[in-house]
């Protein structure tokens, strides 16, 4: 990797647990302003790839960096400060903390006086959630609750926002919703890293993706190109 490679960096990544190899030496970026896509089925590792960067598991790597400084020893509170936000699977909201409470949660370490403004912000972006402000989190619908989930995020102003399957279990028309703000984050300049089942969403958002299977890259390419191909449109959009 030079010494002027920005955004975030990835080179020949595993994770194992004991014996089980989750992710097999793969490697990916994301430019500074730019976004990429993880497609995969269940079990194919995209999890185990975002929980590497955070240091949540044990992985392996020649190169794990965001704007040049290496991941590898930071603490996940230190991986935030420089610019890195993550949504994890499942939501992991505070349930029992009212949204604002929640949101709050997002901007650890960040400047008091910054925090009105983003949350104002937040609400902006998800209207939808301001009249919830005072209300218990676990109190909220599922996509409610991934908006949350998101708006947490944003509280640290990312410059990279990683999203572990932001779609799963919504209904279509949440995935929507969803899909115009991470849309709009996009057109902010915020980089994205995205993983999905959900191809065509993905390809939609993004303007790269990797395929995994079984841990290792299958496919990679834009993701107009790959949208067209005939093998991941039978297999990933069902066509
Ligand atoms: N804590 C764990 N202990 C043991 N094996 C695990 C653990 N977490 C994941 N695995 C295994 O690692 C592999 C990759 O899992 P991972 O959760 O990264 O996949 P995924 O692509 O995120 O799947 P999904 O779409 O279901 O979320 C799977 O075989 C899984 O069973
Ligand atoms: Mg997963």
Known sequence: MGAAAGGLVVENLS????QVAAVRGISFSVPD????????????????????????????????AFQGVS????????IVTLGIAYVPEGRRIFPGLTVRKNLLMGAYRQPW????????RVYELFPGLKRFDRTPAGA???????????GRALMSS???????????????VLIDDIAGVLRRLREQGVSMLLVEQNAKLTFGLTDRCVVLENGR???EGSSAALRDD???RRIYLGM
């Open 113 to 120: 006086r910054r925090l009105d403004g983003r949350m104002e």
């Open 217 to 219: 890259v299958v496919e």
């Open 140 to 150: 909220l619908s599922g996509g409610q609750q991934q908006m949350l989930a998101i």
């Open 71 to 78: 991941l590898r020893s930071l603490p996940p509170h230190r």
């Open 230 to 232: 005939p093998g991941v």
């Open 158 to 172: 990312p410059r990279l926002l990683v999203l572990d399957e932001p779609s799963m279990g919504l209904a279509p």
């Open 33 to 64: 302003g730019g976004s990429l896509g993880i497609i995969g089925a269940n079990g194919a590792g995209k999890s185990s790839t975002l929980k590497a960067l955070f240091g949540l598991v044990d992985s392996r790597a020649d190169t794990m």
């Open 15 to 18: 994770v194992s647990y004991g």
